[in-house]
């Protein structure tokens, strides 16, 4: 059966980091891509960023360019999300999502209807 689980989310104050961890299990880890995804309340679910096979190859919504870093450990089969200089609009809850069938271009890492496996979601809230 195939889990993700992510952590590390939690209330911080505008300007702080955090960094979200999200496990896998019942995959094999190093021949899927990752992605992180979020969803406001009320909004839709956001791509954020994602990161293919072995790390080479990452993409990022505009939104976040230059504060979060996506990165991942094949031997310890999680990827992380490095969130600096938070904003209250990067309140969400926080998704991560495992690809299996990455044709290995940028585009197709945006698309969560590309990705077969969820997570049940970390909150992150921040405030102004």
């Known amino acids: 059966q195939v889990q993700l689980v992510e952590s590390g989310g939690g209330l911080v104050q505008a300007g702080d980091s955090l960094r979200l961890s999200c496990t896998t299990t019942?995959?094999?880890?190093?021949?899927?891509?990752m992605g992180w995804f979020r969803q406001a309340p009320g909004k839709e679910r956001d791509f954020v960023a994602a990161?293919?096979?072995?790390?080479?190859?990452?993409h990022y919504a505009d939104s976040v360019q230059g504060r979060f870093t996506i990165s991942r450990d094949n031997s310890k089969n999680t990827v992380y999300l490095q969130m600096n200089s938070l904003k209250s609009g990067d309140t969400a809850v926080y998704y991560c999502?495992?690809?299996?069938?990455?044709?290995?271009?940028?585009?197709?890492?945006?698309?969560?209807?590309?990705?077969?496996?969820w997570g049940q979601g970390t909150q992150v809230t921040v405030s102004s």
């Open positions: 999502a495992a690809q299996r069938t990455w044709s290995g271009d940028s585009y197709s890492l945006k698309g969560p209807s590309n990705y077969n496996y």
């Open positions: 990161i293919g096979w072995s790390g080479t190859v990452t």
């Open positions: 019942g995959l094999t880890f190093s021949s899927h891509a």
